[in-house]
């Protein structure tokens, strides 16, 4: 394990841009929202100070409507397929400290890092911290309550899917497959794949069958146009046929973020909007419209209908905490069964789904975040054996291939997509402590 906690070291450090951390040295070259707060969770055990300027830094790219966005460009050159030209958002805002951005966000897990990093400070820097991050972050949350929930229903609505951090996750595709572009349409009906794997750049590193098909890339940029000729505005993007999704991994995410919010506050001596208190705890109610019969499902805001495609996704309202007692059990049994958690730890898609495929990105493989959100929520429900057992077979995926990659086989435990991968760093890092 000594071993495996260097090579952790090492990944962190060699991804290490100064202030900020990059995801991956070569797939993800910029800094990534959620992927810095997970970062921040395992950098606060070597060097709190850092974790804490890790977690600050996302406030460079606060947008004036307070979005955070999912990626804040760095200054290097290094090629990434959905870079800011492809957003061109310096058209209509300049972020906070003039950074480039794209023009979405991404699960908001900043509160929950700050509490992490704040466990490590010293009373004194823990507060200066947290007055330091409270504004932009009061901020970000009213945006995701205000403009993302216009017709106040309490939910959150996500513009694409690469907001909900699992790009490709099955009920995201199957909702933005109706704005696939005719070219694509085209190609994927004469079957050339092959002429649209030419197209792009980003499936040379790894394997092209570990990241999703070149057909679902293209219509995420399909989306991504449609966006940035909405001004990135809601009211604009509504009158699209961009996919809405009052996705139910964010949702649970805000959930837990926002009591965070009230504990940060609370600290730091900073009173919370009452309009905003009022968002969090009708978000927290409405959780219970994504549940039927066994389980939470994401929503489609135009149609209100249910996306009913069973994904992991599905369980993190134990994560947030609104799962009431009678039902535990049955989630709990849900996910430890083999179609979920085969051996490794639970899979993004279950076993038996169609869709189902073991080293693909967002539709099977394990992830090691996922994972430390479920165990985090087992164990605040009093589920300890589950959320220890959970963090064991993490860890024994992590070690058994020796290398921090992206996401893992959850068959085989064989690691794919990015290697050197700065989350699956971290969160060994804070599962070893
Ligand atoms: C990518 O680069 O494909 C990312 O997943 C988008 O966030």
């Given amino acids: 394990l000594q071993d495996l906690r260097a090579t952790a070291l090492e990944v962190l450090r ?69 870079g800011p030209q492809r957003w061109r958002c310096d058209r209509y805002v300049v972020t906070a400290s003039g950074a480039q951005s794209t023009g979405i966000t991404q699960p908001p897990m900043i509160a929950e890092a700050a509490v992490r990093v704040g466990e490590m400070l010293d009373p004194k820097a823990r507060i200066d911290f947290y007055r330091a991050l409270l ?14 929930d216009p017709d106040d229903e309490g939910l959150v609505t996500l513009v694409h899917s690469w907001e909900s951090g699992m790009d490709n996750t099955p009920p995201w595709m199957e909702a933005t497959l109706p704005i696939t572009p005719r070219r694509v349409k085209v190609l994927r009906r004469l079957g050339t794949a092959e002429a649209l794997d ?5 499936a040379k590193e790894v394997p092209a069958e570990e990241r999703l098909t070149s057909a679902d890339l293209f219509t995420l940029y399909r989306v991504v ?11 604009n993007i509504r ?24 504990e940060i506050a609370a ?21 219970e419209q994504l549940w039927s019969q066994s389980t939470y499902f994401s929503r489609d805001f135009r149609t209100g209908e249910l996306l009913r495609h069973e994904t992991v996704g599905g369980f993190l309202p134990l994560y947030a905490g609104v799962v009431p007692e009678e039902r535990i059990d049955g989630l709990v049994k849900a996910m430890t069964s083999p179609r979920y958690w085969p051996r490794y730890g639970v899979a993004s898609v279950p076993a038996d789904d169609p869709a189902f495929l073991p080293r693909c990105y967002w539709q099977g493989p394990v992830w090691v975040n996922i994972n430390w959100l479920l165990a985090d929520g087992l164990e605040r429900y009093g589920r300890l054996e589950a959320a220890r057992e959970l963090r064991a077979n993490v860890l024994n995926l992590i070690s058994s291939s020796g290398q921090m990659f992206e996401y893992y086989s959850p068959l085989d435990g064989t690691g794919a997509g990015s290697n050197s991968f700065s989350w699956t760093a971290a969160l060994l890092l804070d599962l070893l402590a």
């Fill in 198 to 202: 030419a197209l792009r750049r980003d």
């Fill in 135 to 148: 504004p932009g972050l009061i901020r970000f949350h009213e945006f995701l309550h205000t403009e993302r």
């Fill in 14 to 82: 060699g991804n290490d841009l100064g202030d900020v951390t990059r995801p991956s040295p070569t797939l993800y070259p910029h800094q990534w929202l959620w992927d810095s707060c997970f970062i921040a969770i395992g950098l606060r055990h070597v060097d709190p100070a850092r974790a804490a300027a890790e977690v600050l830094s996302l406030l460079r790219g606060q947008w004036p409507n307070g979005m955070i966005p999912h990626v804040i460009f760095a200054e290097v050159d290094d090629f990434y397929h959905a």
């Fill in 267 to 287: 600290e730091a001596g900073v009173k919370l909007p009452k309009r905003l208190t009022r968002s969090m705890r009708r978000c927290r109610e409405a959780m």
């Fill in 225 to 235: 146009r449609e966006l940035r000729r909405s001004c990135y505005s809601f009211r």
């Fill in 239 to 262: 009158e699209t046929e961009v996919p809405l999704v009052q996705d139910v991994a964010f949702n649970a995410i805000l959930v837990r973020a926002n009591d965070h919010l009230v």
